[in-house]
């Protein structure tokens, strides 16, 4: 199984609502990531955990907050939005690379966020 | 800092003619790279990816990129194109420290009929 699980596909938010997205994954990965992409962007990375651990922030806004439950599930809650934040979020995993060459990252179909 | 750079935002081909999609990139350290690709609406798909075992790597779908040190680049190449290969490609470095993947600004391929 080498697949990245995101749900929802599609979410329209107001921007007082609280909303969560969520990611898992069953390959035994210990890093993962939550990317932002614009249209006609590539993707921006915004977090990366490692061994469930917060190792990367992208000196993202306080509105989006990543919580690792455990290794296999990654969700990313959002408050307060703006319309700006409407994008596609995809979630990847890999494993960590420590100094290992198979490192390639697999990721999620995304969710496609509109803010209103 | 580790970086690539896609030279052409868009690449326009002739259905059956050769694929070239340019890629450098900028590092101190030999680097781990990769090609993914995006069809619209969907996530990322690994197309291959290079990590210093071979300078030519073959890929899914026909592809192959060669890494090429002296020129620091990782071109990816496909003999010819059909008409599915259109899609947005990205080439992407790994920074191992803190497993940070950083992407190219993409290049849009269009293939036509």
């Known amino acids: 199984d080498t697949e990245v699980t995101q749900t929802p596909k599609h979410l329209v938010m107001g921007m007082t609502n609280k909303k969560s997205l969520k990611c898992e994954q069953h390959m035994g990965h210990r890093a993962m990531y939550w990317y932002k992409q614009k249209a006609k962007k590539p993707p921006e990375l915004m977090f990366v955990?490692?061994?469930?651990?917060?190792?990367i922030n992208e000196s993202v806004p306080s509105r989006f907050s990543p919580e690792c439950p455990n290794s296999s599930l990654l969700n990313l809650h959002l408050h307060a939005l703006q319309p700006e934040d409407s994008a596609l979020y995809l979630c990847?995993?890999?494993?960590?690379?420590?100094?290992?060459?198979?490192?390639?990252?697999?990721f999620g179909q995304g969710t496609r966020l509109t803010v209103v | 800092a580790q970086s690539v750079t896609q030279l052409g935002s868009h690449v326009s081909v002739s259905e059956g003619a050769l694929v070239l999609l340019r890629c450098n990139y900028s590092?101190?350290?030999?680097?781990?790279l990769f090609w993914y690709v995006q069809y619209p609406n969907q996530g990322l798909q690994l197309l291959l990816k290079?990590?210093?075992?071979?300078?030519l790597v073959k890929g899914i779908n026909g592809f192959e990129a060669e890494f090429k040190k002296s020129e620091t680049s990782f071109h990816l190449t496909k003999p010819s194109a059909h008409m599915s290969d259109a899609a947005e490609y990205f080439c992407?470095?790994?920074?191992?420290?803190?497993?940070?993947?950083?992407f190219g600004g993409g290049t849009r391929v269009l293939v036509k009929p």
């Open positions: 590092s101190s350290v030999p680097p781990y």
């Open positions: 992407a470095v790994l920074k191992a420290a803190g497993n940070k993947l950083t």
């Open positions: 955990y490692s061994y469930e651990k917060l190792s």
């Open positions: 990847a995993s890999s494993q960590p690379t420590g100094g290992r060459v198979n490192t390639e990252a697999f």
């Open positions: 290079y990590t210093s075992a071979a300078t």
